[in-house]
């Protein structure tokens, strides 16, 4: 069981790993942990945001929208390779997801097919959306592919994870589609290479 690390200590995983860091007015203190617990954390969930334009995206996820409060992640990845940090503790990103796919993130084996959504993930997972229309045309940037590697490598290595830590929100909750554009299974290679 993993506490979530301190929203500094968080910040310097980040920057020693390379990531391009842009902080958010009062992140460190932006989060819903009113309404139920951040933590244990258990791995990195990647997100795509379904929006365009780099401050409405920010913005939106920062702030959340009617009967979606924010933050809704703790980053955002931006098409420039910038990761916007909105937020930190409990955010709506993960929503309810499958029990079996959470023990076999903790465990770090292949993932079941998501196919129930009975687990609290905004407890147990770092979240990150990433700017992107989310319709498989919408193209990912070398730069946002290379954050996402960045963020989670970060994240991991501090835990002492390894790249089977990170899922897709489409992993995690039956009906999810993000992200949606490349492969999980590619993107762990590239962290696993990373850890490495």
């Given at each position: ?6 929203a ?20 460190e203190h ?15 969930m ?6 365009s ?8 996820c920062?702030?959340?929208y009617a009967?979606?409060?924010g ?5 955002v ?17 993960a ?16 993932l079941?097919?998501?196919?129930e959504?009975n ?11 990433c ?26 290595r ?8 990170v ?5 995690w909750?039956?009906?999810?589609v993000?992200?949606r ?12 290479d990373?850890?490495?």
């Open positions: 069981m993993a506490p979530p690390m301190s500094a200590r968080f910040l310097r995983a980040l920057v020693q790993e390379g990531v391009k860091v842009v902080e958010v007015g009062d992140w932006h989060n819903r942990n009113h309404k139920g617990p951040w933590g244990p954390v258990h791995g990195v990647i997100h795509h945001s379904v929006t334009g780099s401050a409405r995206t920010v913005a939106i920062r702030d959340g009967g979606l409060p933050p809704l992640c703790h980053g990845i931006t098409k420039d390779g910038r990761v916007h940090l909105v937020g930190y503790g409990r955010a709506n990103h929503g309810m997801g499958d029990d079996d796919v959470l023990r076999a993130v903790i465990a770090e084996k292949a079941p097919r998501d196919n959504a687990t609290d993930g905004n407890r147990h997972f770092y979240g990150f959306e700017e992107n229309l989310g319709n498989g045309e919408d193209p990912w940037p070398k730069a946002q592919l290379e954050a996402i590697e960045k963020v989670s490598a970060a994240i991991c501090y835990h002492g994870w390894t790249e089977r830590s899922i897709g929100h489409l992993e909750q039956p009906g999810k993000d992200p554009g490349f492969t999980m299974a590619s993107m762990r290679a590239r962290i696993r990373r850890l490495q």
